[in-house]
Nanobody, 112 residues
Framework: QVQLVESGGGLVQPGGSLRLSCAASGSIFSINVMAWYRQAPGKQRELVAGVTNGGTTNYADSVKGRFTMSRDNAKNAVYLQMNSLKPEDTAVYYC??????WGQGTQVTVSS
């Protein structure tokens, strides 16, 4: 089992930045891939970014050039640096491990 805890969400104005963190615990040795997803009201959950153990990252087209995902294996954590935020980035952001384990989510609201 893997437990994931997100933090760092909040309210930010358009054009602003936020950094999300996700701390993993439990059977962390089994984690190969970690990812961030988001779900806006009335919409399906969508993949935002993912990173492999080797450090390869991929991003949804909607966030390329604005979001950066990083991984700190020593701290068993991943991060999502979000810059140039837009109102359409408003959603609950979820951390995911191995396409199987989920955190509780953290709310990101982009509004003036």
């Amino acid at each position: 089992q893997v437990q994931l805890v997100e933090s760092g969400g909040g309210l930010v104005q358009p054009g602003g930045s936020l950094r999300l963190s996700c701390a993993a615990s439990g059977s962390i040795f089994s984690i190969n891939v970690m990812a961030w997803y988001r779900q806006a009201p009335g919409k399906q959950r969508e993949l935002v970014a993912g990173v492999t153990n080797g450090g390869t990252t991929n991003y949804a087209d909607s966030v390329k050039g604005r979001f950066t995902m990083s991984r700190d294996n020593a701290k068993n954590a991943v991060y999502l640096q979000m810059n140039s935020l837009k109102p359409e980035d408003t959603a609950v952001y979820y951390c995911n491990a191995n396409w199987k384990y989920w955190g509780q989510g953290t709310q990101v609201t982009v509004s003036s």
